[in-house]
């Protein structure tokens, strides 16, 4: 009898949360600036969490290192489920296996839901000329050194598919770290830069408008969105198959209720006929999972980088 008291005693403070949870606005942080596919998906889902769970829900744009000063700052929030962070395959899959302190374990990270997923689109300045993929590799080849690429940052996941890249096509090109994916959108269209992978959620309207010219995408199948553009399998570059992922985490330690409680509001969120079209046509695909399958993607994404980044050698910059 003692034991089953104190077992229960110490579940109280968990149900007791998990009751009066959310007691006040809750606060997503973006490891990027305003207008990128990550704070775009971030802000669609946040609306919809904010009638579900009856508070405000605010978006805080934290950019700045691949996205790693955000997930710094929410491993060190209360976890009470009142601030969580929006995160990418740059934080989750990446940076754990380039820096050797990132600043954040990902292991310790409560994983709430997955939220969408997108293919990543390489896309190429109209400048540049190339009309497909192999005659932006001749052109690179024949001109070493001289074409450039735009990423939201150093060691971002743009930054990494654009390493893999050059050395799965066998060229050389200059590295130009941006804060965003929206900066250096603006930047190749400026002619600024030569290329970039980025999530196609982000390039779409700019691809359909003629502005950027896409060449290929990284998902397993060719994308609805682009059904006309191979994926970079077909082209034969198999290594760069992989996808865009976004999804909610909690910080360390939060009580499993709430995390329930957030992983409900994300099913029943991306569940929303009006909010999975919105999501669609941005170029994502609306995907809600449990906290245990969302850890598995996680896990497996991880250890395939952590192979890639070890056998092509990648370093942190």
Do not use: C
Not at 131 to 148: F, Q, Y
Not at 154 to 171: Q, R
Not at 260 to 274: I, T, V
């Amino acid at each position: 009898m003692g034991a089953i008291a104190a077992a229960a005693i110490s579940w109280a403070p968990d149900l007791h949360a998990q009751d009066i949870f959310p007691s006040r606005p809750i606060k997503i942080v973006v490891g990027a600036g305003a207008g990128g596919s990550s704070d775009i998906t971030a802000r669609l889902v946040g609306q919809q969490l904010s009638t579900l769970l009856g508070q405000p829900v605010l978006i805080e744009n934290k950019g700045g290192a691949a996205g790693t000063l955000s997930m710094q700052h929410v491993v060190r929030s209360p976890p009470d489920g009142h601030t969580l962070v929006w995160v990418g395959n740059s934080v989750m899959t990446m940076a754990p296996y380039l820096y050797k302190n990132p600043g954040y374990d990902v292991k310790t990270l409560v994983p709430v839901s997955l939220a969408v997923t997108s293919s990543f689109v390489l896309v190429a300045s109209p400048t540049l000329g190339a009309n497909n993929l192999k005659e932006m590799i001749a052109h690179a080849k024949a001109n070493p050194g001289k074409l450039s690429f735009g990423s939201s940052g150093v060691n971002s996941s743009m930054h990494l598919l654009g390493e893999l890249f050059k050395t799965e096509a066998g060229f050389d090109a200059l590295h130009i770290p941006y804060k965003g994916g929206a900066e250096s959108a603006n930047a190749i269209m400026g002619g600024n830069i030569h290329f970039v992978f980025d999530a196609l959620s982000s390039e779409l309207p700019l691809i359909h408008s003629g502005k950027l010219k896409a060449l290929a995408v990284t998902s397993p199948m060719r994308d609805k969105s682009l059904p006309d553009v191979p994926t970079m399998a077909e082209l034969g570059l198999p290594a760069m198959t992989t996808e865009v992922f976004f999804g909610l985490v909690a910080p360390p330690g939060t009580p499993e209720p709430i995390v329930a409680r957030l992983a409900e509001a994300m099913k029943q969120a991306l569940s929303d006929p009006g909010l999975r079209e919105r999501l669609e046509k941005s170029g994502t695909k609306p995907q809600s999972s449990t906290p245990q399958e969302f850890r598995a993607l996680v896990d497996k994404e991880g250890a395939r980088f952590q192979a890639l980044i070890k056998a092509k050698g990648i370093a942190a910059e």
